[in-house]
């Protein structure tokens, strides 16, 4: 399949180490931030999201953390598998926007067996 | 399967021909949207819908590009006279309404000789 993110940032972790994945976001307004997973060759998949009422929320193996102040989101995945190997976009919305996803740049994780 | 479905998968035309690629979003979902991805980047936004209605549509999207949904179920993106600029990865997405997580296709790669 097609390559996604030929020049992206990348972060290469060792097969069940921890991994995370930091993003940063321009808008203030944003009240929505998503983390996506995206495979070559396949649309985003859908990971984890969080409002901006939170700063943390979990999910199976996975955990989103935002800080506001700093306009901050990260993605952390426990116990970091090779099927976890992708490009990893956080994405933000706003009510008054439409909650159209306005995507960030991607990084690309590797995991080394 | 019922997720997103995206065709075709893959379109390779001519400089100035024009290209029609169709959505069919989850079932029930009343929000449908477009992007478009190039090599290396994250997804950009086009336009929405909302049932029918398409309620924006980004600057990106020029004169030759049109998007319907009539009837409030599929959708097609529709690209005329062509041009190299217009090769990329085009997606297509559908959420459940405001403020829920969007659900992309595998999108329809479009190749411009």
Same mark, same amino acid.
């Given at each position: 399949?097609?390559?996604?993110?030929?020049?992206l940032?990348? %972060?290469?972790?060792?097969?069940?180490?921890? /991994?995370?994945?930091?993003? #940063?976001?321009?808008?203030?307004a *944003?009240?929505?931030?998503?983390?996506?997973?995206?495979?070559?060759?396949?649309?985003?998949?859908?990971?984890?999201?969080?409002?901006?009422?939170?700063?943390?929320?979990?999910?199976?193996?996975?955990?989103?953390? %935002?800080?506001?102040?700093?306009?901050?989101? /990260?993605?952390?995945?426990? #116990?970091?598998?090779?099927?976890? *190997?992708?490009?990893?976009?956080?994405?933000?919305?706003?009510?008054?926007?439409?909650?159209?996803?306005?995507?960030g740049?991607?990084t690309?994780?590797?995991?080394?067996? | 399967?019922?997720?997103?479905?995206?065709?075709?998968?893959?379109?390779?035309?001519?400089?100035?021909?024009?290209?029609?690629?169709?959505?069919?979003?989850?079932?029930?979902?009343?929000?449908?949207?477009?992007?478009?991805?190039?090599?290396?980047?994250?997804?950009?936004?086009?336009?929405?819908?909302?049932?029918?209605?398409?309620?924006?549509?980004?600057?990106?999207?020029?004169?030759?590009?049109?998007?319907?949904?009539?009837?409030?179920?599929?959708?097609?993106?529709?690209?005329?006279?062509?041009?190299?600029g217009?090769?990329?990865?085009?997606?297509?997405?559908?959420?459940?309404?405001?403020?829920?997580?969007?659900?992309?296709?595998d999108?329809?790669?479009?190749?411009?000789?």
């Amino acid at each position: 399949g097609e390559s996604v993110g030929l020049h992206l940032p990348t %972060l290469s972790v060792q097969e069940g180490d921890n /991994s995370i994945i930091n993003c #940063a976001y321009s808008n203030s307004a *944003s009240d929505y931030f998503i983390w996506y997973k995206q495979e070559s060759g396949k649309g985003p998949q859908f990971i984890i999201d969080i409002r901006s009422n939170m700063d943390k929320r979990q999910g199976q193996r996975v955990t989103v953390l %935002l800080n506001k102040t700093v306009k901050h989101l /990260s993605l952390q995945i426990a #116990a970091t598998q090779p099927g976890d *190997s992708a490009v990893y976009f956080c994405a933000e919305g706003s009510n008054t926007g439409g909650f159209k996803t306005i995507f960030g740049a991607g990084t690309r994780l590797f995991v080394k067996a | 399967d019922t997720g997103v479905s995206q065709d075709p998968r893959h379109k390779i035309t001519k400089r100035g021909q024009n290209v029609t690629f169709r959505c069919d979003p989850i079932s029930e979902h009343n929000r449908l949207y477009w992007y478009r991805q190039t090599l290396g980047q994250g997804p950009e936004f086009l336009t929405y819908f909302q049932n029918e209605a398409q309620l924006e549509k980004s600057r990106l999207l020029s004169d030759r590009f049109s998007a319907e949904r009539p009837k409030g179920s599929f959708s097609t993106l529709e690209i005329q006279r062509t041009e190299q600029g217009d090769s990329a990865m085009y997606l297509c997405a559908s959420s459940l309404g405001v403020g829920q997580p969007q659900h992309f296709g595998d999108g329809t790669r479009l190749s411009i000789l």
